[in-house]
């Protein structure tokens, strides 16, 4: 007994002194490295890296920018299963310690011991992970360690656990590019946090141990033990009961690698809008959680997409086969490496690490054979693998062609077959004017090992295709506000990043002559029924030669009103109005509506769109006469927020069109916003009898095409340059302005029209994107009234007078009884009005 109270006693004062020295340690250690602990409360305001995102004016996603994906969530949108998990794997006592939990301590005390000054487990608690996380470095050493614990006593004093553990789900890295578990529920199963089984929670919270490890992608077999052991874990801690357990531990692994998705496809907006933020936030535009919503209407932009892309490839098919994009390409990797050896490149097959990843991952899926097919297709995976789609055009080799039918493998391992009629559109390319014979069987076309793009139709069966040898642009815009409501700079961005709709500089064409047109109308010099002569005119230009300018037909139609001259689209009609307008004064009215005088040319050739705009610059324009004559701006980028709550950076604040606003008013209100009011920059009254002339393009002119949609509110014209290598179509109602370009980067000839080439595409967006939308017609001005003229002549009828036709005129600039023509005998005149290069454009 004396021996047990005796152990007992040296028991209690070892404990004592030992309790002592520990408390004196941690004070010592306090007293020497507090001067140098980061300070805690800086946890309180803490800005997590974000990406940059963009999004359409309805939140839809359209593009994510930034090496770390992280979606921050709070505490509260955690579910409580999730939570669970994270605290079985991690610190099971979480919730009761202060911050530091002995045992886990004592452990890494141990190894501090055994490994001379490393910590290899670490012992942390999730307090700790948060403090070396925000606050620390990474390396394993004791004084890193003691500033650890350090922290997290101090981070247990003022911050709460739930704030704590609400730092930590934001910013563990948990694999596969993935910050945190919102953006790992994402990444893995691209679902939100509150969809995911407990199967799925559990292999989450197995991550942050070893993300690289546990990762399911990478490790399917280990990841599948450490998520067993967590939900073990679970049961045991009683947070699930054994039924869940049984049930959670036999599902099967589901996690894929999934990419941000976005939600519209606008990428060449969404790189307008990435360049925005690197000029405006420089380094943080990445990382500073900005996001920034465009003006994108999420149910136009998709239109605007599929049918530009549609009618880029009803062009290239009208035009003629131009091949396979590879041909004889080997059947397997063994095949592909011993060709290339013989060629003396083995460096391209190792090149990367990644390449030889990505060829060893297509070997092992092919497993030697696709069923179908005989023989090891292994390479012909792995080039449809690094083959990206094009819009709607899907790569895909040949395995058969013989008769009139082809076989194709695709992504997938898929087989598709491709009948006649999808085949036998594939006459030879000889030249933009020019196809071969029409191929008497599939043979003709392409031969097995070939890469080729397929395209499927409406009803379900596939059609063989190509990349377009075209280019174009759609850009639709809000009338009232200058807002891009939609943009396709191109067929595909990944295809080419070059963004046509407001990089590329092409001759206008005949889309310019409504502009012309409205400075005769504004000047009261003429009016729809005025008569010029549509006659041949030969004149010199700036650098002595002779100009002789042709109408697109060839032919000449002698007197002609100015509303058939514009329905028609006659060149020298034009030619004659500018002249009697005079060149000077019709570019300064031209320089309001953005067509800047330094960048037109300083000659009649103006008349026929000779000069270089983009897409986006003639929307503009077109949006002011579809507003009335509201001088708008284009603009895109609707605000910009930060954070994860939405901190407001920057808005738009555009000035806006008002047709029924009172002279002098300043502001007016749209869905409850409040804006300034655009200046007016022409006549009701001319931009109402303009527009009625447009109709005219529409209803007999050269955009008779356009009657098929059967809208009486709809307006436009076709265009035409040079030797066709431009085509084009502008036109809007009340409510929506569009323009298409179709043209070669090149600038080589299209060998169509504008009404070929552009007026379908045109149609295809509009037809969609105004269904459902009943028609608007402006309210006519009170000073534009209606006459009885003469058709010939174009003077006014009497009352007594019969027949003739109808006209508008502004009252203020009726014409009279007698004819009046502006057909002065060019052809005599010498000389030029300016300088510059005349050319015959359509």
Same mark, same amino acid.
């Given at each position: 007994?004396?021996?047990?109270?005796?152990?007992?006693?040296?028991?209690?004062?070892?404990?004592?002194?030992?309790?002592?020295?520990?408390?004196?340690?941690?004070?010592?250690?306090?007293?020497?490295?507090?001067?140098?602990?980061?300070?805690?409360?800086?946890?309180?305001?803490?800005?997590?890296?974000?990406?940059?995102?963009?999004?359409?004016?309805?939140?839809?996603?359209?593009?994510?920018?930034?090496?770390?994906?992280?979606?921050?969530?709070?505490?509260?949108?955690?579910?409580?299963?999730?939570?669970?998990?994270?605290?079985?794997?991690?610190?099971?006592?979480?919730?009761?310690?202060?911050?530091?939990?002995?045992?886990?301590?004592?452990?890494?005390?141990?190894?501090?011991?055994?490994?001379?000054?490393?910590?290899?487990?670490?012992?942390?608690?999730?307090?700790?992970?948060?403090?070396?996380?925000?606050?620390?470095?990474?390396?394993?050493?004791?004084?890193?360690?003691?500033?650890?614990?350090?922290?997290?006593?101090?981070?247990?004093?003022?911050?709460?656990?739930?704030?704590?553990?609400?730092?930590?789900?934001?910013?563990?890295?948990?694999?596969?590019?993935?910050?945190?578990?919102?953006?790992?529920?994402?990444?893995?199963?691209?679902?939100?946090?509150?969809?995911?089984?407990?199967?799925?929670?559990?292999?989450?919270?197995?991550?942050?141990?070893?993300?690289?490890?546990?990762?399911?992608?990478?490790?399917?077999?280990?990841?599948?033990?450490?998520?067993?052991?967590?939900?073990?874990?679970?049961?045991?801690?009683?947070?699930?009961?054994?039924?869940?357990?049984?049930?959670?531990?036999?599902?099967?692994?589901?996690?894929?690698?999934?990419?941000?998705?976005?939600?519209?496809?606008?990428?060449?907006?969404?790189?307008?809008?990435?360049?925005?933020?690197?000029?405006?936030?420089?380094?943080?535009?990445?990382?500073?959680?900005?996001?920034?919503?465009?003006?994108?209407?999420?149910?136009?932009?998709?239109?605007?997409?599929?049918?530009?892309?549609?009618?880029?490839?009803?062009?290239?098919?009208?035009?003629?086969?131009?091949?396979?994009?590879?041909?004889?390409?080997?059947?397997?990797?063994?095949?592909?490496?011993?060709?290339?050896?013989?060629?003396?490149?083995?460096?391209?097959?190792?090149?990367?690490?990644?390449?030889?990843?990505?060829?060893?991952?297509?070997?092992?899926?092919?497993?030697?054979?696709?069923?179908? #097919?005989?023989?090891?297709?292994?390479?012909?995976?792995?080039?449809?693998?690094?083959?990206?789609?094009?819009?709607?055009?899907?790569?895909?080799?040949?395995?058969?062609?013989?008769?009139?039918?082809?076989?194709?493998?695709?992504?997938?391992?898929?087989?598709?077959?491709?009948?006649?009629?999808?085949?036998?559109?594939?006459?030879?390319?000889?030249?933009?004017?020019?196809?071969?014979?029409?191929?008497?069987?599939?043979?003709?076309?392409?031969?097995?090992?070939?890469?080729?793009?397929?395209?499927?139709?409406?009803?379900?069966?596939?059609?063989?295709?190509?990349?377009?040898?075209?280019?174009?642009?759609?850009?639709?815009?809000?009338?009232?506000?200058?807002? #891009?409501?939609?943009?396709?700079?191109?067929?595909?961005?990944?295809?080419?990043?070059?963004?046509?709709?407001?990089?590329?500089?092409?001759?206008?064409?005949?889309?310019?002559?409504?502009?012309?047109?409205?400075?005769?109308?504004?000047?009261?010099?003429?009016?729809?029924?005025?008569?010029?002569?549509?006659?041949?005119?030969?004149?010199?230009?700036?650098?002595?030669?002779?100009?002789?300018?042709?109408?697109?037909?060839?032919?000449?139609?002698?007197?002609?009103?100015?509303?058939?001259?514009?329905?028609?689209?006659?060149?020298?009609?034009?030619?004659?109005?500018?002249?009697?307008?005079?060149?000077?004064?019709?570019?300064?009215?031209?320089?309001?509506?953005?067509?800047?005088?330094?960048?037109?040319?300083?000659?009649?050739?103006?008349?026929?769109?000779?000069?270089?705009?983009?897409?986006?610059?003639?929307?503009?324009?077109?949006?002011?006469?579809?507003?009335?004559?509201?001088?708008?701006?284009?603009?895109?980028?609707?605000?910009?927020?930060?954070?994860?709550?939405?901190?407001?950076?920057?808005?738009?604040?555009?000035?806006?069109?008002?047709?029924?606003?009172?002279?002098?008013?300043?502001?007016?209100?749209?869905?409850?916003?409040?804006?300034?009011?655009?200046?007016?920059?022409?006549?009701?009254?001319?931009?109402?009898?303009?527009?009625?002339?447009?109709?005219?393009?529409?209803?007999?002119?050269?955009?008779?095409?356009?009657?098929?949609?059967?809208?009486?509110?709809?307006?436009?014209?076709?265009?035409?340059?040079?030797?066709?290598?431009?085509?084009?179509?502008?036109?809007?109602?009340?409510?929506?302005?569009?323009?298409?370009?179709?043209?070669?980067?090149?600038?080589?000839?299209?060998?169509?029209?504008?009404?070929?080439?552009?007026?379908?595409?045109?149609?295809?967006?509009?037809?969609?994107?105004?269904?459902?939308?009943?028609?608007?017609?402006?309210?006519?001005?009170?000073?534009?009234?209606?006459?009885?003229?003469?058709?010939?002549?174009?003077?006014?009828?009497?009352?007594?007078?019969?027949?003739?036709?109808?006209?508008?005129?502004?009252?203020?600039?009726?014409?009279?009884?007698?004819?009046?023509?502006?057909?002065?005998?060019?052809?005599?005149?010498?000389?030029?009005?300016?300088?510059?290069?005349?050319?015959?454009?359509?």
């Amino acid at each position: 007994m004396k021996f047990l109270r005796t152990l007992i006693f040296s028991a209690f004062w070892l404990l004592v002194s030992l309790t002592t020295a520990t408390l004196l340690a941690v004070a010592g250690a306090a007293l020497y490295f507090a001067p140098g602990l980061p300070d805690v409360r800086q946890l309180e305001d803490v800005e997590l890296q974000t990406p940059l995102r963009i999004y359409t004016r309805d939140g839809q996603l359209i593009k994510e920018y930034g090496a770390e994906r992280r979606m921050p969530v709070e505490f509260d949108e955690i579910p409580q299963g999730m939570v669970q998990a994270l605290l079985a794997a991690e610190d099971a006592s979480y919730f009761d310690h202060q911050g530091v939990a002995p045992k886990g301590l004592a452990r890494a005390a141990v190894e501090l011991i055994a490994s001379g000054g490393n910590i290899q487990s670490g012992g942390s608690t999730i307090t700790m992970q948060v403090a070396r996380n925000y606050l620390l470095t990474l390396d394993r050493t004791y004084i890193r360690k003691v500033r650890e614990i350090l922290l997290s006593l101090e981070m247990e004093q003022i911050l709460s656990k739930k704030d704590i553990l609400e730092l930590y789900v934001n910013k563990i890295y948990l694999g596969n590019g993935a910050y945190g578990i919102a953006a790992a529920a994402k990444a893995y199963y691209d679902r939100p946090l509150n969809e995911l089984t407990l199967s799925e929670q559990a292999m989450i919270a197995g991550l942050p141990k070893a993300p690289s490890a546990f990762n399911p992608l990478a490790n399917a077999e280990r990841a599948l033990i450490r998520r067993n052991w967590i939900l073990f874990r679970m049961r045991d801690l009683g947070y699930i009961d054994q039924q869940a357990y049984q049930q959670a531990v036999q599902a099967p692994v589901t996690a894929r690698r999934h990419v941000t998705k976005a939600e519209v496809q606008a990428q060449y907006v969404a790189e307008m809008a990435r360049q925005f933020a690197v000029e405006r936030f420089e380094d943080k535009a990445y990382t500073g959680g900005y996001r920034i919503t465009t003006t994108i209407d999420s149910e136009l932009q998709p239109l605007a997409r599929q049918a530009l892309a549609n009618g880029l490839i009803a062009y290239d098919t009208r035009h003629g086969w131009r091949g396979p994009e590879e041909t004889d390409i080997p059947r397997s990797l063994a095949e592909a490496q011993e060709r290339t050896e013989r060629q003396g490149l083995e460096e391209e097959l190792s090149e990367s690490p990644e390449v030889m990843e990505t060829a060893r991952q297509a070997a092992e899926r092919s497993q030697t054979t696709v069923e179908g #097919i005989e023989g090891d297709v292994s390479n012909w995976l792995q080039v449809l693998e690094r083959t990206p789609e094009l819009g709607p055009l899907k790569p895909a080799i040949v395995i058969e062609s013989q008769d009139r039918e082809m076989r194709v493998l695709t992504t997938g391992r898929e087989i598709k077959t491709i009948a006649w009629d999808g085949l036998k559109w594939a006459r030879p390319y000889h030249s933009p004017r020019s196809r071969g014979a029409t191929p008497n069987s599939a043979a003709d076309i392409a031969a097995p090992g070939s890469l080729v793009r397929i395209l499927q139709r409406e009803d379900g069966s596939w059609r063989l295709s190509q990349k377009p040898d075209i280019q174009g642009s759609l850009v639709a815009m809000d009338p009232r506000t200058g807002a #891009i409501l939609a943009l396709q700079g191109g067929f595909d961005f990944d295809a080419s990043k070059f963004n046509r709709s407001i990089q590329a500089r092409r001759q206008a064409g005949s889309i310019f002559k409504p502009f012309i047109y409205l400075a005769g109308l504004e000047s009261g010099e003429v009016n729809p029924a005025t008569v010029i002569n549509d006659a041949p005119v030969v004149m010199q230009d700036g650098s002595g030669e002779m100009w002789r300018p042709n109408n697109a037909s060839g032919d000449f139609r002698g007197p002609t009103r100015l509303r058939v001259g514009l329905a028609h689209s006659r060149n020298l009609v034009t030619i004659r109005l500018l002249q009697s307008l005079g060149l000077n004064s019709t570019l300064n009215f031209l320089d309001q509506f953005g067509f800047k005088p330094q960048r037109l040319p300083n000659g009649l050739s103006l008349a026929l769109g000779s000069a270089s705009l983009t897409p986006l610059e003639m929307t503009r324009a077109y949006a002011t006469l579809a507003n009335g004559g509201f001088r708008v701006q284009p603009w895109f980028i609707q605000k910009v927020t930060r954070g994860e709550h939405d901190t407001l950076v920057e808005k738009a604040n555009p000035k806006v069109a008002c047709r029924e606003c009172t002279a002098g008013q300043e502001t007016t209100e749209i869905n409850g916003e409040t804006y300034r009011v655009a200046p007016r920059i022409a006549d009701p009254a001319s931009m109402y009898i303009l527009r009625d002339m447009l109709r005219e393009v529409v209803e007999s002119g050269t955009a008779r095409g356009a009657l098929v949609l059967d809208r009486k509110d709809i307006v436009g014209k076709t265009g035409t340059t040079n030797d066709q290598r431009d085509a084009w179509f502008a036109g809007f109602n009340m409510g929506l302005a569009a323009t298409v370009w179709v043209g070669k980067d090149d600038n080589s000839p299209t060998a169509e029209y504008g009404s070929q080439a552009a007026l379908p595409i045109w149609v295809d967006f509009m037809g969609q994107a105004l269904e459902g939308h009943p028609e608007r017609l402006p309210e006519r001005p009170d000073d534009v009234v209606e006459r009885r003229i003469d058709p010939e002549t174009g003077r006014l009828l009497g009352d007594n007078q019969a027949g003739g036709i109808t006209e508008i005129f502004r009252a203020d600039y009726l014409p009279s009884q007698q004819p009046r023509r502006v057909d002065e005998a060019i052809e005599q005149e010498s000389g030029s009005q300016g300088t510059g290069t005349y050319e015959a454009i359509f």
